[in-house]
């Protein structure tokens, strides 16, 4: 008798163990993707986001995020040479500018 004929390989085909073990770490790397998205470090209780990460947010490029720091249109907190922005400053400053857009179409 060959050795090999007596292994049988753990599949998620052929075994529900390896299949309830590989959908629980699907699920798993699903919540912990999520408390990394949701979880930002916050600075006395505010969120703040980098240029990168605002750039991302609202589809512009990080030399257009520059322009509306020199415009004055976003505000934005430098500590160092690292420009910060609060979340619920851009939130004020995006509702501010939809409300006025609907004032204008009316």
Known sequence: MNDNE???LLTPENDMRVRS???SLENLSK???KIR???KPSL???RYYTDKELAVML???RRSLQDYRNN???PYTQIGGRILYRASDIERTLTDGYK???RLNR
């Open 21 to 23: 073990f590989f959908s």
């Open 6 to 8: 007596n292994i049988r």
């Open 37 to 39: 998205k949701d979880n």
């Open 31 to 33: 919540k912990v993707e």
């Open 100 to 102: 006025e857009a609907y």
């Open 72 to 74: 004055g249109i976003l």
């Open 44 to 46: 006395d209780g505010e």
């Open 59 to 61: 589809k512009v490029s």
